[in-house]
């Protein structure tokens, strides 16, 4: 079964507006992961927060996390079209040496 | 710097046969995992390899085997292949943790026929 849940499953937004995605998670954690799929490749990461942290920025990407909440959310401002893409988040589920993936959030830049 | 590489790409099977990906890890990394992606599904967690052991394993049956070879490379070996195993597989490898950034290869598209 798949800890995170993200919200929306889908999201279309015109190029240069920011887009938010969220994460849910059921278990303590030590971190928290975000990762990029474009249609047919691998993953890639973007971003790890820990525990400790409650925000964290990667260039565009601006990650928080509320652990009393078990929510996480990722912004990613000036959308361009090359962030037409899947995004998932990821947990270690109570410090297992796995990662446990959530769904996915559909995103779709509009030119 | 050649990243995690998977063979083959793409593969079609009849069910109850048995199938082996191959998997190299990013250079540097010891650690390799192995998913399952459903269309439209996020990855599920197959296991993990470290030090040539199988450190960490989800919720798949017996017929999902795995094995890592002294150069840390992976192979994940599926027998008596149902229509439900079609999927995308996955590999990542990291240095030391299962739960350090993971770095991912373009995985293999699995199709039962």
Known sequence: SQQGEEDPQALSIQEGENATMNCSYKTSINNLQWYRQNSGRGLVHLILIRSNEREKHSGRLRVTLDTSKKSSSLLITA??????ASYF???DGQGAQKLVFGQGTRLTINP | DAGVTQSPTHLIKTRGQQVTLRCSPKSGH????????????????????????????????????GHQFPNYSSELNVNALLLGDSALYLCA????????????????RLSIL
């Open chain 1, 79 to 84: 959308s361009r079209a090359a962030d037409t």
């Open chain 2, 93 to 108: 490898s990291s240095f030391g943790g299962g739960y350090q950034p993971q770095h991912f290869g373009d995985g293999t």
């Open chain 2, 30 to 65: 010891d650690t390799v995992s192995w998913y399952q992606q459903a269309l439209g599904q996020g990855p599920q967690f197959i296991f993990q390899y470290y030090e040539e052991e199988e450190r960490q394993r989800g919720n798949f049956p017996d017929r999902f085997s």
């Open chain 1, 89 to 91: 988040c990821a947990t």
